[in-house]
C-alpha cells in the first residue's frame, strides 16, 4: 500500500467547509484513496473512496487531482459531530487482507 | 448496511485474569477478521487475522498464547486476553470483510487495574 501523509491536526469552524489534504505521491495506478474516520473510543466509519475521479455522496467529497499524488476530503458543512480522527488510507480496492492505518489528521470542530 | 457487534463496550479487570471479547457479523457471513488493538492518541495497530475455521494468523510481537483468537463459526470470532496485565490495557477493534469493504465493531476498551 502506497504511503500517505496527512496533518496531524486542523480546526474548523462549525458551519464551515473543513478541508482534509491528503499527499500520496507513490500512488499505483491502480491504488484507491479511501476515507475513514474514528468519532473518540468508537470503531472507524467508512466515508469515501476514489480511483481518479472526483467523488461525492451524503457525507462528503473527494477530490483527487489530475495525477493522483493528492486529494482532499471536504465536509460541506462541519458539525460539532464530525469532530473525529480522519484516516487517508491508499490501496489496491480488494486485497482481502487488513486495512493498514496511518496518524491521521484529528479535526477539531469547534462552535 | 453491514454491522459487525461488538461486546462487551468496556470492561475492567484484575491482572491475571482473562477477558474474552467477542466481534459478530450480523446479518451476513464474515469468513475473514481482523483484530486491532489502540493505545490512547495512537492509531490502529493490527494484531491478527481470523479466518473462519483455520488458526489466526498473527502480526510480528503479538503474543499467540496471550491473545487467543477463535473463529469457529462465520458469524462469530473472540479475541482472549489471557493473564491479563496493565499494560495490556487498550482499546480493541474487530473488523470484518464484506462486499469488497471493511466495517468495523465499536470497540472495547479493556481497563486492568
Known amino acids: 500500500d502506497a504511503k500517505t501523509t496527512q496533518p496531524t491536526s486542523m480546526d474548523c469552524a462549525e458551519g464551515r467547509a473543513a478541508n482534509l489534504p491528503c499527499n500520496h505521491s507513490?500512488?499505483?495506478?491502480?491504488?484507491?484513496v479511501y476515507w475513514y474516520r474514528q468519532i473518540h473510543s468508537q470503531g472507524p466509519q467508512y466515508i469515501i473512496h476514489?480511483?481518479?475521479n472526483n467523488e461525492t455522496n451524503e457525507m462528503a467529497s473527494l477530490i483527487i487531482t489530475e495525477d493522483r499524488k493528492s486529494s482532499t476530503l471536504i465536509l460541506p458543512h462541519a458539525t460539532l459531530r464530525d469532530t473525529a480522527v480522519y484516516y487517508c488510507?491508499?490501496?489496491?480496492?480488494?486485497?482481502?487482507?487488513?486495512?493498514?492505518f496511518g496518524g491521521g489528521t484529528r479535526l477539531m470542530v469547534k462552535p | 448496511g453491514a454491522v459487525v457487534s461488538q461486546h462487551p463496550s468496556w470492561v475492567i479487570c484484575k491482572s491475571g485474569t482473562s477477558v474474552k471479547i467477542e466481534c459478530r457479523s450480523l446479518?451476513?457471513?464474515?469468513?475473514?477478521m481482523f483484530w486491532y488493538r489502540q493505545f490512547p492518541k495512537q492509531s490502529l495497530m493490527l494484531m491478527a487475522t481470523?479466518?473462519?475455521?483455520?488458526?489466526?494468523?498473527?502480526e510480528q510481537g503479538v503474543e499467540k498464547d496471550k491473545f487467543l483468537i477463535n473463529h469457529a463459526s462465520l458469524t462469530l470470532s473472540t479475541l482472549t486476553v489471557t493473564s491479563a496485565h496493565p499494560e495490556d490495557s487498550s482499546f480493541y477493534i474487530c473488523?470484518?470483510?464484506?462486499?469488497?469493504?471493511?466495517?468495523f465493531g465499536s470497540g472495547t476498551r479493556l481497563t486492568v487495574v
Open positions: 473488523s470484518a470483510t464484506l462486499d469488497r469493504g471493511y466495517t
Open positions: 507513490t500512488i499505483s495506478g491502480n491504488e484507491y
Open positions: 476514489g480511483l481518479k
Open positions: 488510507i491508499v490501496r489496491v480496492q480488494w486485497a482481502g487482507n487488513m486495512l493498514t
Open positions: 446479518d451476513f457471513q464474515a469468513t475473514t
Open positions: 481470523s479466518n473462519e475455521g483455520s488458526k489466526a494468523t498473527y
